[in-house]
C-alpha cells in the first residue's frame, strides 16, 4: 500500500517544455499508484496568463495517451492551478504567496511545500531569494527545493548559485536533478557492487585493467541547438551525468544504504580524483565535432548553430583516483552526439590471468585469452553481462569468450519508473540518495575547469568525426597508447 505524500508543489517553469514532456506524467504515474492523493495540489506558473482550467487542459494534454482509470486523468488534473508570475518581480510572490496559504488550507497540504525550478538557470538564484525575502518558506512542514540542471557553467558560477540558494535553503532541502541518477541499472552498481560478495572482493586496482563508461546519443542537437552550443559536450554530460556514475562506480561501501552515508562515499571518492594540470588535461581529454553525413548536416550547419562554432559535440577522458583501490587504474569515459547508436553503458575490463597456460608454444596454439568483462546495461536494454573464457566444444581445446547475461524483461521494464517520476517521489520523501550534493558538484566543476580553459582558446580542428561514428579517432588513440581499446567499438 502505498503511502500518501502531502504536499504542495510550485512550478516554475509550468508551461516549459521540461514540465510538459516529463513531469506532469510522472507526477500522474506517482498518482496513479497512490503516492499522491487527497492531499497534493500544484501551483504552477509562468508569465503567461493562463486561467486554472486552460493549465488543467494543458495538463491533461500531456498525461494524454497514458493508461487509466475512467476519469482518473481528470481528478488528477483537478489538483493543479495556475498562477500567472514574472520570478524576476518581487511583487509577484506576494500574490504566489496567498494562493498557495489558500491552496495549503483547501487540500490540507500541513505546510508541506516543494519549490520546483524547471526554467532557464539564470533565474534560479532570483527565485530563492525572493522565496525567502517575500517569506513564502513554512513553519510547519518540510520545505524544499528541487533544482534542474545546469548547476553552473564552472565552478565559480556554481558556487555563487549554491550561495545564493544557500541563503534560502540548507543543504538538505535543496535536491539538485541528475536524471540518469534515477535511472534503473545506475541504481544497480550499488546492488551489483555491494550485493555480491564475487563482484565487490574483485573491485579494485588487483583485479580491474581499466573501467569505461560510454553515454552514446544518435541523435543532434535537434531543438536544443542554441542551449547546446553555449554548453557542449564536456559541460552537457560529462560534468554531471558521467561524474555520478563514475563516483558510484569508484566509492567505498557505504556504512548502511542511507542517503547521507552513500552521499559521504560519493564525495570521498570524488575528493581523490586526480585534478590535472593544464598539459595532463590536454593529453587525457579528447573533444570532437561532427561533421556532415550522408543524409545529415555539419554541427555547424545547424539551425541556431555559430558557423564557426568551436563547441564540442563529443568528449573523451581518461580519469584516474589516487586512492588505495584505484591506484593505477584508469577511468575511460566518452560521450558525444550523432554517434553510432543510442546507448549508456558500462564495461568493467578485469586484468588477465598472470600466466595465460593456453598460450603456452608447448600446446601450439595462437589464442590467447580474453579479458573478463562486467557489463552494465543501463539503456536502451537494462541488464548485465559477465564474459568468461571457456573451451570451444569439440575436439581439440581451444578457448572462446561466452557471454553470461542478465537483461530485464519488458514486463519489468514497463514496471520501473521513468527517472523524473522515481525522482520526483524520492524528493517528497525527502530521501537524497540520487540527487547531487554540493560537494560532489564542487569537485566535479574543479575537475573539467582545466581542460575547459585549455579548451576556450585553443582553436581546435574541427570537424573531426563523421555521423554514425564513435568519434574522432584521437578518441582510440586515447586507449591504444596505454595497449588498450574501447570494448564497444563498431562491428562489435
Ligand atoms: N526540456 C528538457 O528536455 C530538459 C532536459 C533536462 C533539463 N532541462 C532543464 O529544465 C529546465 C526547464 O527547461 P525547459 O526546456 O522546460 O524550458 P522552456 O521550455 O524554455 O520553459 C521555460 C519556462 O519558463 C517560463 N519563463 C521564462 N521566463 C520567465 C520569467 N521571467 N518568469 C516566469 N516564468 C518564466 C516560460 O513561460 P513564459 O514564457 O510564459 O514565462 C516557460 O514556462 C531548464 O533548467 C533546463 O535546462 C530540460
Redesign the pocket.
Known amino acids: 500500500m502505498a503511502k500518501e505524500n502531502k504536499a504542495l508543489i510550485t512550478l516554475?517553469?509550468?508551461?516549459?517544455?521540461?514540465?510538459q514532456?516529463?513531469l506532469y506524467p510522472s507526477l500522474f504515474n506517482l498518482y496513479k499508484k497512490g503516492y499522491l492523493a487527497e492531499h497534493f495540489a500544484l501551483l504552477g506558473?509562468?508569465?503567461?496568463p493562463l486561467s486554472d482550467e486552460d493549465f488543467q487542459q494543458m495538463v491533461l494534454k500531456s498525461v494524454n495517451g497514458m493508461e487509466n482509470e475512467e476519469g482518473q486523468a481528470q481528478a488528477f488534473a483537478k489538483h493543479f492551478f495556475f498562477q500567472s508570475?514574472?520570478?524576476?518581480k518581487p511583487e509577484h510572490y506576494t500574490v504566489l504567496k496567498q494562493r498557495l496559504e489558500e491552496l495549503d488550507k483547501q487540500f490540507g497540504a500541513e505546510g508541506n511545500r516543494l519549490f520546483y525550478?524547471?526554467?532557464?538557470?539564470q533565474?534560479f538564484g532570483t527565485i530563492a531569494l525572493n522565496l525567502k525575502k517575500q517569506d513564502l518558506l513554512t513553519k510547519d512542514g518540510f520545505n524544499r527545493l528541487v533544482i534542474?540542471?545546469?548547476f553552473g557553467r564552472d565552478y565559480e558560477s556554481a558556487k555563487k548559485l549554491n550561495d545564493e540558494l544557500s541563503q534560502t535553503f540548507n543543504e538538505n532541502q535543496i535536491f539538485r536533478i541528475d536524471?540518469y541518477l534515477g535511472k534503473e541499472m545506475v541504481q544497480n552498481i550499488q546492488a551489483l557492487r555491494f550485493g555480491n560478495t564475487i563482484i565487490e572482493s574483485l573491485w579494485n586496482n588487483r583485479y580491474i585493467d581499466n573501467i569505461q563508461v560510454t553515454l552514446s546519443e544518435k541523435l543532434g542537437v535537434e531543438e536544443r541547438a542554441g542551449?547546446y552550443d553555449q554548453s557542449g559536450a564536456l559541460r552537457d554530460m560529462l560534468q554531471n551525468h558521467i561524474m555520478q556514475i563514475v563516483a558510484q562506480l569508484a566509492m567505498e561501501q557505504p556504512v548502511a544504504f542511507t542517503d547521507t552515508d552513500v552521499r559521504v562515499e560519493k564525495i570521498k571518492a570524488l575528493r581523490s580524483l586526480r585534478v590535472y594540470t593544464p598539459s595532463e588535461a590536454a593529453a587525457n581529454f579528447v573533444r570532437g565535432q561532427y561533421g556532415a553525413g550522408d543524409d545529415t548536416h555539419a554541427y555547424r550547419n545547424e539551425d541556431g548553430v555559430d558557423p564557426n562554432s568551436i563547441t564540442e559535440t563529443f568528449v573523451a577522458a581518461k580519469l584516474m583516483f589516487d586512492n588505495y583501490r584505484w591506484s593505477g587504474v584508469p577511468f575511460y569515459v566518452r560521450t558525444g552526439k550523432k554517434l553510432a547508436d543510442k546507448f549508456t553503458r558500462i564495461d568493467v575490463v578485469f586484468k588477465k590471468p598472470l600466466i595465460d597456460i593456453f598460450a603456452n608454444p608447448r600446446m601450439k596454439s595462437e589464442q590467447s585469452l580474453n579479458s573478463n568483462v562486467l557489463t552494465i546495461f543501463v539503456e536502451p536494454n537494462s541488464g548485465f553481462s559477465l564474459r568468461l573464457n571457456a573451451k570451444r566444444a569439440g575436439q581439440g581445446f581451444t578457448t572462446e569468450p561466452v557471454d553470461l547475461k542478465y537483461l530485464q524483461s519488458d514486463e519489468a521494464k514497463n514496471e520501473s519508473p521513468e527517472p523524473y517520476e522515481r525522482l520526483f517521489h524520492d524528493a517528497l520523501e525527502g530521501n537524497h540518495t540520487n540527487f547531487a550534493s554540493w560537494a560532489e558538484i564542487a569537485y566535479a566543476w574543479k575537475f573539467v575547469d582545466v581542460i575547459r580553459k585549455l579548451w576556450d582558446i585553443e582553436e581546435p580542428q574541427f570537424p573531426n568525426y563523421t555521423p554514425g561514428s564513435m568519434g574522432p579517432a584521437a578518441s582510440d588513440e586515447l586507449l591504444a597508447r596505454d595497449g588498450r581499446q574501447w570494448v564497444y567499438h563498431l562491428n562489435h
Do not use: C, I, N
Not at 508570475?85 to 524576476?88: I, K, Y
Open positions: 516554475f517553469g509550468a508551461a516549459g517544455d521540461l514540465a514532456r516529463k506558473t509562468s508569465r503567461r508570475h514574472d520570478v524576476t525550478m524547471s526554467m532557464a538557470p533565474f534542474e540542471k545546469p536524471h542551449y
